[in-house]
T-cell receptor, first 114, second 112 residues
Framework: DTGVSQNPRHKITKRGQNVTFRCDPISEHNRLYWYRQTLGQGPEFLTYFQNEAQLEKSRLLSDRFSAERPKGSFSTLEIQRTEQGDSAMYLC????????????FGPGTRLTVL | DAKTTQPPSMDCAEGRAANLPCNHSTISGNEYVYWYRQIHSQGPQYIIHGLKNNETNEMASLIITEDRKSSTLILPHATLRDTAVYYCIVRADLEYGNKLVFGAGTILRVKS
């Protein structure tokens, strides 16, 4: 257990539905990252926050995806109008800017879009 | 960020040293070498990182060549629990936001 939690761990949804995932980082960590991982590939960066500010978004993050970190603590990632291509593991990581530079990853949320 | 090249898979006998190579011939002077691993069904786990000097911690050793174009991660006494995908990542320092750019990694299978 790294101290980063993600909920739910698994989500099965039908195409066209909206889904929301939550990440709770290590409490003192001010940076929070979202990555996506498909089978057989390494994780791909989606976006990151420093405190409540979203500082970078990958071009992978289409307009159907939105992420928030309203109080600089937990974060949510919402996917609207899900597509089968959204099926993946969604990973959250956190770290302390200026700290040891080690990112701590959560266990991920596995999304299956039918 | 510089690109890395790793072998797709390697086998290692339990109790022996596992030496995982990584080529990063286009690495820049301010880029660090990071290693993470991902055990099946878990998130990636940080192992070690370095700039130009060799590094050692409780998990592994990192050997970086003098020209910094390649490195080797050494697990001194591999166990079955070390079976995982190992990712070598090169990345500039903190002001670039710390995002990690993963490749496909090396699947290490430790066998009894």
């Amino acid at each position: 257990d790294t101290g980063v939690s993600q909920n739910p761990r698994h989500k099965i949804t039908k195409r066209g539905q909206n889904v929301t995932f939550r990440c709770d980082p290590i409490s003192e960590h001010n940076r929070l990252y979202w990555y996506r991982q498909t089978l057989g590939q390494g994780p791909e960066f989606l976006t990151y926050f420093q405190n409540e500010a979203q500082l970078e978004k990958s071009r992978l993050l289409s307009d159907r995806f939105s992420a928030e970190r309203p109080k600089g603590s937990f974060s949510t990632l919402e996917i609207q109008r899900t597509e089968q291509g959204d099926s993946a593991m969604y990973l959250c990581a956190s770290c302390l800017a200026g700290g040891s530079d080690e990112q701590f990853f959560g266990p991920g949320t596995r999304l299956t879009v039918l | 960020d510089a690109k890395t090249t790793q072998p797709p898979s390697m086998d290692c006998a339990e109790g022996r040293a596992a030496n995982l190579p990584c080529n990063h011939s286009t690495i820049s002077g301010n880029e660090y070498v990071y290693w993470y691993r991902q055990i099946h069904s878990q998130g990636p786990q940080y192992i070690i990182h370095g700039l130009k000097n060799n590094e050692t911690n409780e998990m592994a050793s990192l050997i970086i060549t003098e020209d910094r174009k390649s490195s080797t991660l050494i697990l001194p006494h591999a166990t079955l629990r070390d079976t995982a995908v190992y990712y070598c990542i090169v990345r500039a320092d903190l002001e670039y936001g710390n995002k990690l750019v993963f490749g496909a990694g090396t699947i290490l299978r430790v066998k009894s």
